[in-house]
């Protein structure tokens, strides 16, 4: 499929988007519009599921002030019990004082100086912060300050691979290929779409292609053992 023109592919995509708009309907959006606070959730999220992840946010919270300061004062005891519902939960609690110490030192606890940066700057700021991978740079970067930029996920990795956007899980080349065919301004709406097709559709081991949306456009044929 992905073989034709480039005008081509991306009226595809378009199709894609539609169809998988009418299946998962909105809102598309994150629920967290601060950038801190969203990259607390999104350490949070990393292995676990969505209603885990946002438990555990939750919880932490309820107890504590999600800034810098707050987090950077604690020990880990003190916010394992809040986010044990998440999963790995010694290593996430030890990482989220790391990150606010290094926020609150290098940024003085404020990361929109670094997110109002010229796009290619403040990914790289936040590249250069411990515990930041490019997805979680790239989720703060879409998500807040609204940059047409694709974050990569396991579960985008595997729709994309499926569909024959891309044979290989490479991020920088899967985030590539979406840019291209994907409309800036339906670039954050598809990153939530395609998580969602991954997890409740197109899944790891026993996908369901038989209520897939997208199965015409699929390259991928489940074969039951």
């Excluded at 598309?28 to 990259?39: A, E, T």
């Excluded at 950077?72 to 606010?100: K, M, W």
């Excluded at 109002?116 to 403040?122: E, G, I, M, S, Y």
């Amino acid at each position: 499929m992905w073989k034709a023109k480039t005008e081509v592919k991306q009226q595809q995509m378009r199709d894609i988007i539609q169809r998988l708009e009418k299946r998962f309907p909105g809102p598309h959006d994150v629920f967290i519009k601060q950038p801190f606070p969203l990259l607390i959730a999104t350490i949070l999220s990393q292995n676990t599921s969505d209603t885990n992840s946002r438990r555990a946010f939750h919880n932490l919270e309820a107890q504590y002030e999600i800034t810098p300061d707050v987090l950077a004062s604690l020990s880990p005891a003190e916010i394992q019990p809040y986010i044990r519902i998440a999963g790995l939960y010694r290593i996430r609690s030890q990482r989220i004082i790391e990150v606010s110490k290094i926020i609150l030192e290098k940024f003085q606890g404020n990361l929109w100086s670094v997110l109002r940066l010229p796009f290619r700057n403040a990914r790289e700021q936040l590249l250069m912060i411990p515990g930041i991978g490019p997805k979680t740079a790239d989720i703060l970067l879409a998500f807040i300050m609204k940059q047409p930029t694709m974050p990569i996920d396991t579960n985008i990795f595997r729709v994309a691979i499926r569909i024959g956007i891309v044979k290989v899980r490479k991020y920088q080349l899967t985030q590539q290929a979406l840019e291209e065919l994907i409309p800036k301004k339906k670039m954050q709406t598809m990153h939530l779409l395609l998580i969602q097709q991954g997890r409740e559709i197109c899944k790891p081991r026993i996908p369901l292609c038989q209520k897939c949306p997208i199965a015409e456009y699929c390259d991928y044929s489940f074969k039951p053992s």
